[in-house]
């Protein structure tokens, strides 16, 4: 028998057919559902007169929309209230489990998906949006949809696809301490550029990756996409089954001892051979702070903002020059000499508990800085920000001067109320650094949820692991 | 998607190159949660001589009056004539939304971008090419005082003229199917519903837990 890797084996246990040309009809474990990009899809099923396949293997919540102020007044912009109701009024007549606005358990979808044991080792996982990588994280093969395709797995729980090719990111030993899973991920984006996945799945190994928990190892699937990989995954180990264990919707009883049986195998075979493979050393990675409008365009802590004049060719050169230009920074400043206006902690790559603790340690009896005029908290889900409060973590950044907000999207995208103003410079634990993504005009640097706080208490980015 | 069948319609002389997406329907409607209703937002620019903004009550909004599609003589029409690389720009499929939302079900040019001509498929709208020379003739018959009818027939891949011209047309044999099946995507994946089930009949055995609630 040929040796497997991770990505072989969650193929062909869903593989429905395939055709000579290897288009393959791929079954579809768990669809999640939010409000953008579903309404086009579930109003084709009704066109055609078309029947949900398996109302059971869906699971909704509204979370870009949704304001992370007071809700009892409702949303104000009608465009997004529309959208939102339009997510109800979908589930409901379609038989599908939605947590809705005013639900506990509602959030952004890729924080509540595993938070409700919905995401099991082993399952193909697709939503209309394209973090849905983050559930790689659990040995499953997760990625992005469009809608026409979104209609597709509400019609057939089917996807039309072709295998892509896999690649292996080790991330050789351990960290040094206070380089967290966003640095990891920053530093292999920095690596292989924003292109280097594109056409590959990548299974993510090594020690920095085995040693971190399952919240870190979200964080780093959640942003394969980032690196032009459609879907990004790890291999299944204790962590991932402790992670599972008791979770509303994961399996109970003899089933769960079936499963955990099954789960086991979920790894590459030790003699896999992978299309690519790249190494790095996990102690070479630092606190990581992205410059430009692309997460690649990024720099440890210590470092400058580059010089185009040291670009590798004339495209990048003037890529860079852009960006600079966008981002009103001059080459050679250091970074730890950039000040921004706003902190945004949140988003589906650092909102959950493990992050708003990471953060909290660090805000700790600590004040944000008089040139941020805003710096918010806001967690991913309901149920991570009833925890943060059960920990009092809350009442830590309130004190620090941090608003603490109701879970959504937020300010990754800037759809609902919270957005920069053109020109202002945001430090953000999301996930995208585009222009505008924050709101037109808005300027972006992504960093971990840590070295987020210690930017926002000093006034400046900082070297987290320098503040006593 | 409905099957195709014969039917013979008016056609409607659009006598632009380089049709672009965001011409068909402009991304201020794209904030939509409807892929029907973008119908009177066709063109939307080129037909009204206001600005149109979505949730506008388009009857009332004043009519540029001489773009073809406000012609009188045209109302109804299913058949659009235009000109090379019509569709070009974005990916959205909203495109081709509006275009049978108002009532064509065949567009004919000399050539279309590709990714508007794949959605036209997968929205069950027949885009036909046709030499420049026939496409000249067509616009010349359509633009004369007796308006232009066309019978397309799929089946055979003919158009007849009401001046009893027939006219060949290629269309791809598998797309073709499709059409007269009424097959989109999702049709023709429910077309292996039996693989899917036996699929699922095996996973429930292996892998219970990947079913239902628990
Ligand atoms: S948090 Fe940001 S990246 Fe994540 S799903 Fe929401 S908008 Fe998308």
Redesign the pocket.
Known sequence: MTAKTLYDKLWEAHLVREEPDGTCLLYIDRHLV?EVTSPQAFEGLRLAGRKLWRPDANMATP??NVPTTDRSAGIADPVSRIQVETLDHNCEEFGITEFRMDDPRQG???VVGPEQGAILPGMTVVCG???TS?HGAFGALAHGVGTSEVEHVLATQCLIQKKSKAMQVVIDGPVGPGVTAKDIVLAIIGEIGTAGGTGYAIEFIGQSIMDLSMEGRMTVC?MAIEAGARAGFVAVDEKTIEYVKGRPYAPKGKLWDQAVAAWCELRSDECAVFDKVVTIRGADIQPQVTWGVSPEMVVPVGARVPDPADAPDVVKAEGMRRALEYMGLKAGTPITEIYPDRVFI????N?RIEDLRAAAAVAKGRKVADNIKQALVVP?SGLVKHQAEEEGLDRIFIEAGFEWREP???M??A?NADRLAPGERCVST???NFEGRQGPGGRTHLVSPAMAVAAAVTGHFVDVRELD | MEKFEKFTGVVCPLDRANVDTDAIIPKQFLKSIKRTGFGPNLFDEWRYLDHGEPGMDNSQRPLTPDFVLNDPRYQGASILLARENFGCGSSREHAPWALLDHGFKVIITPGFADIFFNNCFKNGILPIVLDAETVDELFREAGGEQVQRITVDVENQRLITDYGREIAFEVDPFRKHCLLEGLDDIGLTLQHLNDIRTYEQRRMQEAPWLFGIH
């Open positions: 939010h979370d870009h952004i979808v890729h949006d394209s973090h983050t959640n949140g988003s589906c790559t909102s991913g959504g999207c937020s990754c995208l759809m999301s996930n995208r």
